[in-house]
């Protein structure tokens, strides 16, 4: 019994750590730049506004904390789900 209870807090903490691990890691995507209203230091957010050319999506990076607040640099990188020609 012990042991079977071990796995199963075991099996929930896993998937605890996934759960919070996946909403980190997974990069929020919106059409319009002003829709943006903070970033975060290290957060990507894509921006789908067809201001960079095919097959590459608007890619804007929390990079460095000044007195203002973060800092982003903004740059186009390839789409991943872009089918090649």
Same mark, same amino acid.
Request: hydrophobic share 35%.
């Given at each position: 019994?012990?042991?079977? %209870? $071990?796995? /199963?807090? @075991?099996?929930?903490? @896993?998937?605890?750590? $996934?759960?919070?691990?996946?909403?980190?890691?997974?990069?929020?995507?919106?059409?319009? #730049?002003?829709? /943006?209203?903070?970033?975060? $230091? =290290?957060? %990507?957010?894509?921006?789908?506004?067809? @201001?960079?050319?095919? =097959?590459?999506?608007? #890619? /804007?990076? =929390?990079? @460095?904390?000044?007195?203002?607040?973060?800092?982003?640099?903004?740059?186009?990188?390839?789409?991943?789900?872009?089918?090649?020609?």
């Amino acid at each position: 019994m012990q042991k079977k %209870r $071990l796995t /199963i807090r @075991t099996i929930t903490a @896993t998937v605890c750590v $996934l759960a919070v691990t996946a909403t980190q890691v997974c990069a929020a995507a919106v059409t319009r #730049e002003s829709d /943006i209203s903070s970033i975060r $230091l =290290g957060q %990507r957010i894509y921006v789908d506004d067809a @201001t960079c050319p095919t =097959g590459q999506i608007k #890619e /804007i990076t =929390g990079k @460095t904390l000044t007195v203002k607040g973060v800092s982003a640099v903004k740059r186009c990188v390839p789409r991943k789900d872009a089918r090649p020609n």
